[in-house]
């Protein structure tokens, strides 16, 4: 089977810096992905990491660590637009289907 | 814009009716994925077709199904509908299978129904 946790809301403040952490048991890992989703929109694809380590794209950077199942998204100067919920999602090598987690809410205030 | 489209956009029906959603892929993708979104909640898994076949299967209820015709569009057919089934549904796709990032998931911008 597959379990996905992550916080279901956080709050920050603009200009700030925000870590939202997943962590996951899987079996047939094949890669975790991190997507924005805006209320009522559909979500975007903003990361994926399938080797240990650290992957940085702009103000948006995502870890990984395979023996501890557990992934974190980091954004940087943090503005009012990032405001969303962010979708932890992992990749399977057998049944090829991408579980996702229940999303975290982030708010951020000015 | 994703280049996923779907119809219809919204869609308001009665408990026990049966409906069909569309959904045409980015062009060149092959897979293609269904989700459905209740309010305030994750996103769950229903089914994955990849080049007409099916590949995966979720907690799809044995009253929903679907297909990818030869064009590579699909359908999701909901029938019996139930209260509990008003929520957004959305498509998704991809090059390929699951994994690696160039299997990164385009998703359109959902149906949103709504069973009275």
């Known amino acids: 089977g597959q379990n996905i946790d992550q916080p279901t809301e956080m709050t920050a403040t603009e200009g700030a810096i925000v870590q939202i952490n997943c962590t996951y048991q899987?079996?047939?890992?094949?890669?975790l992905f991190w997507y924005q989703q805006h209320a009522g929109e559909a979500p975007t694809f903003l990361s994926y990491?399938?080797?240990?380590g650290l992957e940085e794209k702009g103000r948006f950077s995502s870890f990984l660590s395979r023996s501890k199942g557990y992934s974190y998204l980091l954004l940087k100067e943090l503005q009012m637009k990032d405001s969303a919920s962010y979708l932890c999602?992992?990749?399977?090598?057998?049944?090829?289907?991408?579980?996702f987690g229940a999303g975290t809410r982030l708010f951020v205030k000015a | 814009d994703s280049g996923v489209t779907q119809t219809p956009k919204h869609l308001i029906t009665a408990t026990g009716q049966r409906v069909t959603l569309r959904c045409s892929p980015r062009?060149?993708?092959?897979?293609v994925y269904w989700y459905q979104q209740s309010l305030d909640q994750g996103l769950q898994f229903l089914i994955q077709y990849y080049n007409g076949e099916e590949r995966a299967k979720g907690n799809i209820l044995e009253r929903f199904s679907a297909q990818q015709f030869p064009d590579l569009h699909s359908e999701l057919n909901l029938s019996s509908l139930e209260l509990g089934d008003s929520a957004l549904y959305f498509c998704?796709?991809?090059?390929?299978?699951?994994?690696?990032?160039?299997?990164?998931?385009?998703f359109g911008p959902g149906t949103r129904l709504t069973v009275l």
């Open positions: 899987t079996s047939g890992f094949n890669g």
């Open positions: 062009s060149g993708d092959l897979s």
């Open positions: 999602a992992v990749a399977h090598t057998g049944g090829f289907k991408t579980i």
């Open positions: 990491n399938v080797l240990d």
């Open positions: 998704a796709s991809s090059p390929g299978l699951a994994g690696g990032s160039y299997n990164e998931q385009f």
